[in-house]
């Protein structure tokens, strides 16, 4: 008999049996099939099933497939219950731990929150409603979580802040275009390093390494809506303003501060001690401390001189030559 995984639709070829059935499910195959009357006269067992290596002749009844389906059905819904099955009620707050979590009896945990298998939560840390900490996660202590805060494949060190709705250790946006012409995942397979001491606004996103971990250095401080991709490394002190964003394997040393909507493009290195103006753009890098404005940043002395003669040359009026 077949199993449930050899039925399935070869989508890739849907040239080979010349009709274009369900991918989602092999049974729509078996519906197709009957409505193009590849069946015995007894009109119950199927001449031929299509399988991913072509058509197959098998003796298989309606009834056997019914069973088929059922038994998978079955365990499906069995898996889905046993992986909640471990999860047990914590006394402070009312959330879910997993009973192979090493989570601190000082730890709030509130209703709505999930702590998964293995991870570790360190004395007095705090998590909210609708966070979820995942499988081999670390928190240090003194570390809160606002609601609907994501962490996974990370670690998070002492005395942090994560406000609502941030997420840490998702995949980083990497992509490459195969021989075929095809866009294909690269393996996002790294983790995210969180300092101690570091607050992350609402709605900002971490995302997890490829080549390097993604790290975040001790007290610094990020606002809201900020995009840090992935391979990117942050220094200690670090002020980053409402909507920056970090392209993947980008460098930041110490007490770098970067205004609102300012950009720095991916694999650029910027020196300890540099700010960057709001809305301006780093696309070389920058070795050398101080202020930096515009698009692309350069000093902002150079940046207000240009600008001062761009206001004059505008001021000519059309009837003078450029």
């Known amino acids: ?101 090493q ?33 081999h ?47 294909v995942k690269k393996p996002q397979l790294l983790k995210v390093q969180i300092g101690s001491f570091v607050e992350i606004g609402a709605n900002s996103c971490v995302d997890r390494g490829s080549w390097r971990d993604t790290v975040i250095g001790d007290h610094t401080k990020i606002d809201n809506l900020v995009q840090i991709g992935h391979n990117v490394v942050v220094g200690r002190c670090c002020l980053l303003c409402g909507q920056v964003g970090l392209a993947g394997s980008s460098t930041l040393g110490d007490y770098v501060v970067m205004g609102g909507k300012s950009g720095v493009a991916d694999h650029i290195s910027i020196a300890s001690k540099v700010r960057i103006a709001a809305k301006s753009a780093v696309i070389s890098h920058i070795t050398e401390p101080g202020d930096y404005a515009g698009f692309p940043a350069v000093l902002a002395k150079e940046w207000r001189r240009s600008m001062v003669a761009l206001r004059k040359l505008g001021r000519r009026g059309d009837s003078e030559p450029l």
């Open 1 to 101: 008999m077949l199993s449930y995984k050899d039925l399935v639709y070869d989508s890739v070829q849907p040239s080979r049996i010349g009709h274009s059935c369900c991918t989602s499910s092999p049974f729509a195959c078996y519906s197709n099939l009957r409505k193009r009357k590849e069946f015995n006269g007894d009109g119950d067992t199927p001449k031929r099933w299509f399988t991913s290596s072509g058509f197959t002749s098998v003796a298989h009844s309606c009834s056997e497939e019914k069973k088929l389906r059922s038994r998978v059905e079955m365990q499906a819904a069995r898996n889905a219950e046993a992986k909640y099955e471990d999860l047990e009620t914590w006394s402070r707050g009312g959330g879910f731990v997993h009973n192979l979590a």
């Open 103 to 135: 989570v601190d009896e000082t730890v709030v945990v509130e209703v709505g929150a999930v702590v998964h298998a293995y991870a570790l939560i360190g004395p007095n840390s705090h998590i909210s409603s609708g966070s979820i900490v995942g499988d």
């Open 137 to 183: 996660v670390v928190i240090g202590s003194n570390t809160r979580l606002g609601f609907n805060v994501s962490l996974q494949n990370c670690s998070v060190g002492d005395s942090c802040t994560l406000h609502n709705g941030v997420c840490v250790g998702q995949d980083g946006f990497g992509f490459t275009i195969n021989d075929k012409g095809e866009v």
